[in-house]
Protein backbone atom coordinates (compact mmCIF):
# COMPACT_ATOMS: atom_id res chain seq x y z
CA UNK A 1 0.00 0.00 0.00
CA UNK A 2 1.22 3.49 -0.83
CA UNK A 3 1.92 5.78 2.22
CA UNK A 4 -0.78 8.74 2.62
CA UNK A 5 2.51 11.32 2.01
CA UNK A 6 3.10 9.83 -1.24
CA UNK A 7 -0.76 10.28 -2.67
CA UNK A 8 -0.32 14.06 -4.07
CA UNK A 9 2.03 11.85 -6.96
CA UNK A 10 -1.02 9.88 -7.80
CA UNK A 11 -3.59 12.70 -8.05
CA UNK A 12 -1.72 15.11 -9.49
CA UNK A 13 1.58 14.45 -10.14
CA UNK A 14 5.43 13.91 -9.01
CA UNK A 15 6.44 17.35 -8.03
CA UNK A 16 9.30 18.46 -11.64
CA UNK A 17 11.85 20.79 -10.84
CA UNK A 18 12.10 24.27 -12.77
CA UNK A 19 15.45 23.49 -14.48
CA UNK A 20 13.03 20.27 -16.04
CA UNK A 21 11.58 22.89 -18.48
CA UNK A 22 13.52 21.54 -21.82
CA UNK A 23 13.11 23.73 -24.86
CA UNK A 24 10.43 22.76 -27.09
CA UNK A 25 10.43 20.37 -29.78
CA UNK A 26 8.15 19.75 -32.85
CA UNK A 27 6.51 16.22 -33.33
CA UNK A 28 3.98 15.26 -35.64
CA UNK A 29 -0.09 16.69 -35.75
CA UNK A 30 1.01 19.81 -35.28
CA UNK A 31 2.27 18.52 -31.15
CA UNK A 32 5.46 20.06 -29.54
CA UNK A 33 7.00 17.91 -26.92
CA UNK A 34 7.01 20.66 -24.26
CA UNK A 35 5.11 23.51 -23.26
CA UNK A 36 6.54 26.48 -24.73
CA UNK A 37 7.75 28.83 -21.72
CA UNK A 38 6.14 32.04 -22.24
CA UNK A 39 3.01 29.85 -22.00
CA UNK A 40 3.53 27.99 -18.63
CA UNK A 41 5.25 31.35 -16.91
CA UNK A 42 3.46 33.82 -15.01
CA UNK A 43 3.12 37.07 -17.40
CA UNK A 44 3.16 40.36 -15.82
CA UNK A 45 0.78 41.97 -18.81
CA UNK A 46 -1.65 39.12 -18.24
CA UNK A 47 -4.36 38.82 -15.66
CA UNK A 48 -5.22 35.15 -14.37
CA UNK A 49 -8.24 34.09 -13.25
CA UNK A 50 -8.93 32.69 -9.68
CA UNK A 51 -9.90 29.06 -8.46
CA UNK A 52 -12.75 29.15 -6.74
CA UNK A 53 -15.23 26.02 -4.95
CA UNK A 54 -18.75 24.97 -5.68
CA UNK A 55 -21.29 22.24 -5.03
CA UNK A 56 -24.05 20.63 -6.74
CA UNK A 57 -26.25 18.23 -5.77
CA UNK A 58 -25.79 14.84 -7.12
CA UNK A 59 -28.74 12.20 -8.02
CA UNK A 60 -25.99 9.72 -9.18
CA UNK A 61 -24.41 9.63 -5.90
CA UNK A 62 -27.35 11.03 -3.87
CA UNK A 63 -25.59 13.46 -2.06
CA UNK A 64 -23.68 17.21 -2.26
CA UNK A 65 -20.40 16.82 -4.01
CA UNK A 66 -17.77 19.84 -5.14
CA UNK A 67 -15.60 21.03 -7.68
CA UNK A 68 -13.18 24.14 -7.87
CA UNK A 69 -13.97 26.54 -10.83
CA UNK A 70 -11.16 28.90 -12.60
CA UNK A 71 -13.29 30.86 -14.08
CA UNK A 72 -11.25 33.41 -16.50
CA UNK A 73 -10.22 37.26 -15.46
CA UNK A 74 -12.37 38.75 -17.81
CA UNK A 75 -15.57 36.14 -17.37
CA UNK A 76 -18.70 38.25 -17.25
CA UNK A 77 -21.99 36.29 -17.00
CA UNK A 78 -23.09 38.29 -20.69
CA UNK A 79 -20.53 35.96 -22.39
CA UNK A 80 -20.61 32.05 -23.40
CA UNK A 81 -16.99 30.46 -22.79
CA UNK A 82 -15.84 26.96 -23.74
CA UNK A 83 -15.44 24.40 -20.78
CA UNK A 84 -12.42 22.30 -19.91
CA UNK A 85 -13.18 19.55 -17.53
CA UNK A 86 -10.07 18.28 -15.89
CA UNK A 87 -9.65 14.84 -14.08
CA UNK A 88 -7.27 14.59 -11.03
CA UNK A 89 -6.03 11.02 -10.69
CA UNK A 90 -6.42 8.75 -7.53
CA UNK A 91 -6.58 9.58 -4.26
CA UNK A 92 -6.69 13.26 -5.34
CA UNK A 93 -10.28 15.38 -5.18
CA UNK A 94 -11.19 18.87 -6.68
CA UNK A 95 -8.70 20.74 -4.81
CA UNK A 96 -5.87 18.68 -6.43
CA UNK A 97 -5.06 20.59 -9.01
CA UNK A 98 -5.87 24.02 -7.69
CA UNK A 99 -3.67 23.64 -4.92
CA UNK A 100 -0.41 22.60 -7.20
CA UNK A 101 0.57 25.80 -8.63
CA UNK A 102 3.17 23.60 -10.94
CA UNK A 103 1.08 22.38 -13.12
CA UNK A 104 0.96 25.79 -14.76
CA UNK A 105 -2.65 25.36 -15.75
CA UNK A 106 -4.09 28.27 -14.90
CA UNK A 107 -0.89 30.44 -16.65
CA UNK A 108 -1.37 28.21 -19.89
CA UNK A 109 -4.83 29.07 -20.55
CA UNK A 110 -4.57 32.99 -19.33
CA UNK A 111 -1.08 33.09 -21.11
CA UNK A 112 -2.87 31.14 -24.61
CA UNK A 113 -5.94 33.24 -24.19
CA UNK A 114 -4.14 36.78 -24.13
CA UNK A 115 -1.85 35.85 -27.37
CA UNK A 116 -5.25 35.28 -29.16
CA UNK A 117 -4.76 31.55 -29.43
CA UNK A 118 -8.15 30.40 -27.65
CA UNK A 119 -11.09 31.60 -26.43
CA UNK A 120 -11.25 32.42 -22.85
CA UNK A 121 -12.47 28.99 -21.19
CA UNK A 122 -13.60 27.71 -17.75
CA UNK A 123 -11.70 25.12 -16.50
CA UNK A 124 -13.98 22.72 -13.93
CA UNK A 125 -11.78 20.23 -11.49
CA UNK A 126 -14.41 17.73 -9.89
CA UNK A 127 -13.95 15.27 -7.34
CA UNK A 128 -13.79 12.49 -9.45
CA UNK A 129 -14.31 9.78 -6.93
CA UNK A 130 -18.37 9.35 -7.56
CA UNK A 131 -19.29 7.27 -4.21
CA UNK A 132 -22.92 7.19 -2.81
CA UNK A 133 -20.86 6.39 0.69
CA UNK A 134 -18.96 9.32 2.03
CA UNK A 135 -17.35 7.09 4.12
CA UNK A 136 -15.72 5.41 1.43
CA UNK A 137 -12.13 5.74 0.44
CA UNK A 138 -10.00 5.36 -2.90
CA UNK A 139 -7.33 2.34 -2.26
CA UNK A 140 -5.76 -0.24 -4.36
CA UNK A 141 -8.41 -2.69 -4.52
CA UNK A 142 -11.50 -3.44 -7.33
CA UNK A 143 -14.00 -2.18 -4.96
CA UNK A 144 -12.19 0.75 -3.84
CA UNK A 145 -11.75 2.04 -7.84
CA UNK A 146 -15.49 1.71 -8.92
CA UNK A 147 -16.41 5.41 -7.82
CA UNK A 148 -13.97 6.24 -10.54
CA UNK A 149 -15.52 4.35 -13.30
CA UNK A 150 -18.91 5.28 -11.77
CA UNK A 151 -17.77 8.93 -12.53
CA UNK A 152 -19.08 9.27 -16.17
CA UNK A 153 -22.02 9.02 -14.76
CA UNK A 154 -21.54 11.80 -12.11
CA UNK A 155 -20.16 14.38 -14.67
CA UNK A 156 -23.26 13.87 -17.62
CA UNK A 157 -26.20 13.45 -15.49
CA UNK A 158 -25.12 15.71 -12.69
CA UNK A 159 -22.16 17.96 -12.87
CA UNK A 160 -22.41 19.09 -16.42
CA UNK A 161 -25.83 20.03 -15.98
CA UNK A 162 -25.01 22.06 -13.34
CA UNK A 163 -22.22 24.22 -14.63
CA UNK A 164 -24.11 24.81 -17.44
CA UNK A 165 -27.05 26.55 -15.16
CA UNK A 166 -24.83 27.94 -12.99
CA UNK A 167 -22.24 29.72 -15.36
CA UNK A 168 -22.09 31.56 -18.56
CA UNK A 169 -20.94 28.26 -20.25
CA UNK A 170 -20.79 27.69 -23.80
CA UNK A 171 -23.34 24.47 -24.87
CA UNK A 172 -22.45 21.33 -27.81
CA UNK A 173 -19.57 19.77 -27.95
CA UNK A 174 -17.39 22.07 -29.70
CA UNK A 175 -17.14 24.12 -26.35
CA UNK A 176 -16.83 20.96 -24.04
CA UNK A 177 -13.75 19.88 -23.66
CA UNK A 178 -11.91 16.91 -21.56
CA UNK A 179 -8.79 16.22 -19.71
CA UNK A 180 -7.13 14.01 -17.07
CA UNK A 181 -3.92 12.45 -15.04
CA UNK A 182 -3.35 9.50 -14.47
CA UNK A 183 -6.93 8.19 -13.46
CA UNK A 184 -8.35 10.95 -14.58
CA UNK A 185 -6.60 9.86 -17.97
CA UNK A 186 -7.55 6.73 -17.78
CA UNK A 187 -11.17 8.05 -17.29
CA UNK A 188 -10.93 10.44 -19.79
CA UNK A 189 -10.18 7.57 -22.46
CA UNK A 190 -13.60 5.93 -21.12
CA UNK A 191 -15.63 8.62 -21.01
CA UNK A 192 -14.96 10.15 -24.64
CA UNK A 193 -15.15 6.11 -25.90
CA UNK A 194 -18.67 5.79 -24.41
CA UNK A 195 -19.70 9.69 -25.31
CA UNK A 196 -18.12 10.95 -28.12
CA UNK A 197 -21.19 13.26 -28.57
CA UNK A 198 -20.29 15.63 -25.62
CA UNK A 199 -16.56 16.23 -26.68
CA UNK A 200 -14.46 17.70 -29.63
CA UNK A 201 -11.44 18.02 -27.76
CA UNK A 202 -9.90 15.23 -25.21
CA UNK A 203 -6.48 14.77 -23.84
CA UNK A 204 -5.34 11.41 -21.40
CA UNK A 205 -2.04 12.50 -19.58
CA UNK A 206 -0.17 9.41 -17.78
CA UNK A 207 -3.12 7.62 -18.08
CA UNK A 208 -3.49 4.66 -15.14
CA UNK A 209 -4.23 1.13 -16.66
CA UNK A 210 -7.78 -0.58 -16.26
CA UNK A 211 -9.56 0.66 -19.03
CA UNK A 212 -8.48 -2.93 -20.35
CA UNK A 213 -7.84 -5.67 -17.97
CA UNK A 214 -4.74 -5.45 -16.70
CA UNK A 215 -2.60 -6.36 -13.86
CA UNK A 216 0.26 -3.85 -12.44
CA UNK A 217 2.61 -3.57 -9.39
CA UNK A 218 -0.37 -2.04 -7.06
CA UNK A 219 -3.69 -3.97 -7.96
CA UNK A 220 -5.50 -6.81 -11.08
CA UNK A 221 -7.67 -3.88 -13.12
CA UNK A 222 -10.98 -5.85 -13.64
CA UNK A 223 -11.64 -2.95 -17.27
CA UNK A 224 -13.87 -1.51 -18.34
CA UNK A 225 -13.77 -2.60 -21.91
CA UNK A 226 -12.44 -5.48 -23.81
CA UNK A 227 -9.62 -4.60 -25.94
CA UNK A 228 -12.10 -5.30 -28.69
CA UNK A 229 -14.37 -2.58 -27.79
CA UNK A 230 -11.81 0.10 -27.11
CA UNK A 231 -13.03 2.52 -29.97
CA UNK A 232 -15.60 4.34 -31.24
CA UNK A 233 -19.10 3.03 -32.18
CA UNK A 234 -19.68 2.95 -35.97
CA UNK A 235 -21.97 5.95 -36.41
CA UNK A 236 -20.27 7.87 -33.35
CA UNK A 237 -19.55 11.49 -33.90
CA UNK A 238 -15.31 11.04 -33.25
CA UNK A 239 -13.69 13.97 -31.44
CA UNK A 240 -11.77 16.63 -33.52
CA UNK A 241 -8.95 15.76 -31.52
CA UNK A 242 -7.81 13.10 -29.13
CA UNK A 243 -4.95 12.97 -27.29
CA UNK A 244 -2.70 10.54 -25.06
CA UNK A 245 0.49 10.90 -23.97
CA UNK A 246 2.76 10.24 -21.53
CA UNK A 247 6.41 10.67 -20.16
CA UNK A 248 8.92 8.68 -21.11
CA UNK A 249 10.53 8.01 -17.38
CA UNK A 250 6.80 7.46 -16.34
CA UNK A 251 7.47 5.22 -13.15
CA UNK A 252 4.03 4.81 -12.00
CA UNK A 253 1.87 3.76 -15.23
CA UNK A 254 4.88 3.18 -17.36
CA UNK A 255 3.92 1.67 -20.52
CA UNK A 256 0.38 1.34 -20.30
CA UNK A 257 -0.33 4.21 -21.88
CA UNK A 258 0.98 2.79 -24.47
CA UNK A 259 -0.60 0.10 -24.87
CA UNK A 260 -3.87 2.20 -25.00
CA UNK A 261 -2.54 3.63 -28.28
CA UNK A 262 -1.05 0.57 -29.51
CA UNK A 263 -4.80 -0.65 -28.64
CA UNK A 264 -6.86 2.35 -30.68
CA UNK A 265 -4.48 2.28 -33.04
CA UNK A 266 -5.05 -1.86 -33.77
CA UNK A 267 -9.38 -0.75 -33.53
CA UNK A 268 -8.80 2.47 -36.17
CA UNK A 269 -9.80 4.56 -33.57
CA UNK A 270 -8.50 7.81 -34.07
CA UNK A 271 -6.10 9.93 -32.17
CA UNK A 272 -2.89 11.52 -31.11
CA UNK A 273 -0.16 9.52 -29.27
CA UNK A 274 3.45 11.32 -28.44
CA UNK A 275 5.73 10.76 -25.54
CA UNK A 276 7.24 13.61 -23.58
CA UNK A 277 11.00 12.56 -23.22
CA UNK A 278 12.20 12.59 -19.67
CA UNK A 279 9.09 13.33 -17.89
CA UNK A 280 7.83 11.07 -15.26
CA UNK A 281 4.44 11.01 -13.56
CA UNK A 282 4.99 14.27 -13.20
CA UNK A 283 3.77 18.46 -14.19
CA UNK A 284 6.18 18.39 -17.06
CA UNK A 285 3.50 15.88 -18.75
CA UNK A 286 0.66 17.74 -17.28
CA UNK A 287 1.83 21.20 -18.90
CA UNK A 288 2.93 19.32 -22.00
CA UNK A 289 -0.67 17.68 -22.03
CA UNK A 290 -3.03 20.84 -21.06
CA UNK A 291 -0.79 22.49 -23.64
CA UNK A 292 -0.78 20.29 -26.59
CA UNK A 293 -5.16 20.40 -26.20
CA UNK A 294 -5.39 24.03 -26.81
CA UNK A 295 -2.47 24.18 -29.76
CA UNK A 296 -5.05 21.49 -30.96
CA UNK A 297 -8.19 23.25 -29.86
CA UNK A 298 -6.64 26.54 -31.99
CA UNK A 299 -5.40 24.69 -34.99
CA UNK A 300 -9.00 23.29 -35.11
CA UNK A 301 -11.33 25.94 -34.53
CA UNK A 302 -9.19 29.06 -35.35
CA UNK A 303 -6.32 27.71 -37.78
CA UNK A 304 -7.82 29.38 -41.02
CA UNK A 305 -8.75 32.76 -40.24
CA UNK A 306 -4.62 32.56 -38.39
CA UNK A 307 -3.49 31.21 -41.73
CA UNK A 308 -5.36 33.89 -43.96
CA UNK A 309 -4.64 36.64 -41.82
CA UNK A 310 -0.86 35.60 -42.03
CA UNK A 311 -1.29 35.89 -45.92
CA UNK A 312 -3.33 39.03 -45.88
CA UNK A 313 -0.07 40.51 -43.85
CA UNK A 314 2.27 39.23 -46.27
CA UNK A 315 -0.04 40.61 -48.82
CA UNK A 316 -0.29 44.25 -47.52
CA UNK A 317 3.52 44.17 -46.92
CA UNK A 318 4.43 43.76 -50.57
CA UNK A 319 1.47 45.63 -52.57
CA UNK A 320 4.08 48.53 -52.63
CA UNK A 321 6.88 46.67 -52.85
CA UNK A 322 8.39 45.37 -56.74
CA UNK A 323 5.51 44.25 -58.64
CA UNK A 324 8.29 41.47 -59.61
CA UNK A 325 7.75 40.03 -55.95
CA UNK A 326 4.28 40.50 -56.00
CA UNK A 327 4.48 38.21 -59.06
CA UNK A 328 6.07 35.27 -56.70
CA UNK A 329 3.40 35.99 -54.10
CA UNK A 330 0.09 35.36 -56.36
CA UNK A 331 -0.54 31.98 -55.70
CA UNK A 332 -0.59 32.91 -52.38
CA UNK A 333 -3.00 36.16 -52.68
CA UNK A 334 -5.25 33.69 -55.24
CA UNK A 335 -5.83 31.45 -52.17
CA UNK A 336 -6.96 34.95 -50.00
CA UNK A 337 -8.96 35.77 -53.03
CA UNK A 338 -10.93 32.27 -53.11
CA UNK A 339 -11.32 32.18 -49.11
CA UNK A 340 -12.85 35.70 -49.44
CA UNK A 341 -15.28 35.22 -52.03
CA UNK A 342 -15.99 32.20 -50.81
CA UNK A 343 -18.45 31.12 -48.37
CA UNK A 344 -15.79 30.00 -45.34
CA UNK A 345 -14.71 34.15 -45.15
CA UNK A 346 -18.81 34.59 -44.78
CA UNK A 347 -18.53 31.73 -42.12
CA UNK A 348 -15.95 33.31 -40.21
CA UNK A 349 -17.13 36.73 -40.71
CA UNK A 350 -20.37 35.93 -38.85
CA UNK A 351 -18.69 33.77 -36.11
CA UNK A 352 -16.30 37.32 -34.99
CA UNK A 353 -19.85 39.24 -35.57
CA UNK A 354 -21.36 37.14 -33.19
CA UNK A 355 -18.52 36.75 -30.76
CA UNK A 356 -17.42 33.45 -30.92
CA UNK A 357 -13.62 34.73 -31.68
CA UNK A 358 -11.18 35.18 -28.87
CA UNK A 359 -11.11 38.77 -27.87
CA UNK A 360 -6.94 38.54 -28.94
CA UNK A 361 -7.13 36.81 -32.05
CA UNK A 362 -5.88 38.80 -35.05
CA UNK A 363 -8.58 38.87 -37.58
CA UNK A 364 -7.65 42.51 -40.27
CA UNK A 365 -8.49 39.81 -42.83
CA UNK A 366 -12.46 39.70 -41.73
CA UNK A 367 -12.45 43.29 -42.64
CA UNK A 368 -14.70 43.26 -45.62
CA UNK A 369 -13.54 46.82 -46.92
CA UNK A 370 -9.84 45.89 -45.80
CA UNK A 371 -9.61 42.58 -47.66
CA UNK A 372 -11.49 43.97 -51.11
CA UNK A 373 -9.18 47.39 -51.13
CA UNK A 374 -6.18 45.32 -50.85
CA UNK A 375 -7.10 42.79 -53.58
CA UNK A 376 -8.15 45.57 -55.80
CA UNK A 377 -4.59 47.59 -55.25
CA UNK A 378 -3.02 44.21 -55.91
CA UNK A 379 -4.59 43.69 -58.83
CA UNK A 380 -3.88 47.05 -60.28
CA UNK A 381 -0.27 47.08 -59.84
CA UNK A 382 0.06 43.09 -61.46
CA UNK A 383 -1.97 44.55 -64.70
CA UNK A 384 0.01 47.52 -64.51
CA UNK A 385 -2.16 50.44 -64.29
Sequence with gaps: MIKEVDHDMFASGIAAKEEEHRITTAAADGIEEFCPSQYCTPRADVAYGEYTHGTYYSETCKRERGYCILLPASYSTAGKYPVLYMLHGIFGDEYSFSRDPENRIREIAGNMAADGLIEDTIIVCPDMYAS?????KPGFDEESVL????????????LMPHIEKEYAAGHGRENTYLAGFSMGGRETIYIVLKRPELFAYACAISSAPGVVPAKDRFMTHRGMLAESEMKFAEDAAEPESFI????????????????????????????????????????NAVRSGIYNLFSQISRHKF????????????????????????????????????????????????????GRLPAKLKRGVLSEDGVYNLLEKIDIRLRGQ
Excluded at 147 to 158: Q, S
Aim: net charge negative.
Design 303 to 354: GRIMEMEAIFDKAEALAAADVAELREYEPMIRKLEEYYEGPLWKEDFEADEA
Design 132 to 136: ADPEQ
Design 244 to 283: LCCGTNDSIVGEYPKSYHEILKANGAAHIWYEVSGADHDN
Design 147 to 158: PYDNFINDLVDD
